[in-house]
Structures are given as C-alpha cells and as structure tokens.
C-alpha cells in the first residue's frame, strides 16, 4: 500500500511539474502579450494556478517524507491502523461495510476507503476485531463492531508467501 501511495503521488508529482515548469510559462507569456496585465484575466488566473501548484507540490513532498517514516514493523498487528482492512457492522443500520483505511489525501469512497482523518476512520483507530466502538459523526452518535481486520503488517506479509 505504501508503495501504491508513492506511486500516486509521483506521478501527480510528475504532472504538476510539467504543468509548473512548461505549461503556466507558455499561458503567463501568452497573457503578457495581450498587454495591460491590471486587468488581465488570463494572466491573473496562470498566476493563481502558478500558486496553487507550488503549494500542492509542496504538500505532496511532505507526504513523501511522512511515508517515509513509516515502520511497518513496530504498527501493531491487532489493531485498526493506517493500511488496515476493516468490515464493521453498523448496529443501528443493521448494514455491513468494508473498507481499508487510507491518508485524508487518498481518499477514494468507490475503492471503498476511508480516510484516517474522517470521523469513522478516527473512531475505528486502534480498535480490534470484535470490538465495539461509539463513533461520533456528523448525524448523531452510532455504534459499530469490528467484524474483520487485517492490518498492514499483516497484508505485507501475506504478499511476501
């Protein structure tokens, strides 16, 4: 999963720097040349966007330093984690769920994952399989059971067999 996550981030790294390095040049010059830049508005946009990329670009490369740090091996192999497979059991809707949980950044609801940062993905942190655990979100107070988990460590060492 980290690998996987690296590699999404690389490549949006990729296109960020063309975007950055090539494309904003070639709108910044082409708006220059429309002449008055106070009240340009192709020109005000590439700088926005100029902006905007740089920030984004340096997001990524903290997100690159923080995977980085990651020890697979001192995560706890029992409990819900960042990379962790969950099925839980929403009691009060009597519905089943499972999702693996991911960096805020990585979030993809049809690849069925879940945030670390969001309410369920905090509430679940830590749990084990079997447990039951009281989430606070957004619609009132609910209560879930971990019905699976297979965590991080657990789905490296299964892919090393």
Same mark, same amino acid.
């Given at each position: *999963? ?21 494309? #904003? ?11 008055? #830049?106070?009240?340009? $508005?192709?020109? /005000? !946009? $590439? ?20 995977? &980085? /740090? ?21 009691? $009060?809707?009597?519905?089943? !769920? ?12 049809? &690849?069925?994952?879940? !945030? *670390? ?8 942190? &830590? ?21 699976? #988990? ?8 299964? &892919?090393? /067999?």
């Amino acid at each position: *999963m980290i690998d996987e996550i690296r590699e999404r981030i690389g490549e949006e790294v990729e296109q960020l720097v063309n975007e950055l390095n090539v494309l #904003l040049p070639q709108r910044i010059e082409k708006a220059v040349e429309l002449g008055d #830049l106070k009240e340009n $508005a192709e020109y /005000k !946009s $590439a700088l926005e966007r100029q902006q905007f990329v740089q920030l984004r670009l340096g997001q990524l490369t903290h997100r690159l330093s923080e995977l &980085g /740090k990651i020890d697979v091996d001192s995560m706890p192999v029992d409990r819900v984690g960042f990379g962790s497979r969950v099925e839980i059991h929403d009691m $009060a809707m009597d519905e089943v !769920s499972k999702f693996t949980i991911v960096a805020g950044d990585f979030m993809d609801l049809d &690849g069925e994952q879940v !945030s *670390m940062a969001s309410p369920i993905g905090r509430g679940l942190m &830590g749990a084990r399989k079997g447990e039951e655990v009281t989430i606070e979100l957004p619609m009132g107070e609910r209560r879930f059971k971990v019905l699976d #988990l297979v965590t991080l460590p657990e789905q490296m060492e299964m &892919g090393k /067999k």
